[in-house]
């Protein structure tokens, strides 16, 4: 059986773009950094489950 695709040029260019912007805009951190946000996003974790629970 013969299988075929279509795609939409345009659409593929766009999504080509849109990923390089994407890779262009991230920047990397360092591992500290890292591992402080980290931290930062349990406590906030911890915090929410606290107040909504009560633990």
Known sequence: MK???S????A???LVK???QIQ??????SEA??????AELAQEK???YH????Y
């Open 3 to 5: 299988t075929t695709t």
């Open 7 to 10: 795609f939409n040029q345009k």
């Open 12 to 14: 593929n260019k766009k």
């Open 18 to 20: 849109s990923a390089q």
């Open 24 to 29: 262009q805009k991230s920047t990397f951190i």
């Open 33 to 38: 950094d890292y591992y402080d946000s980290e």
């Open 46 to 48: 911890s915090d929410y």
């Open 51 to 54: 107040l909504q629970y009560g």
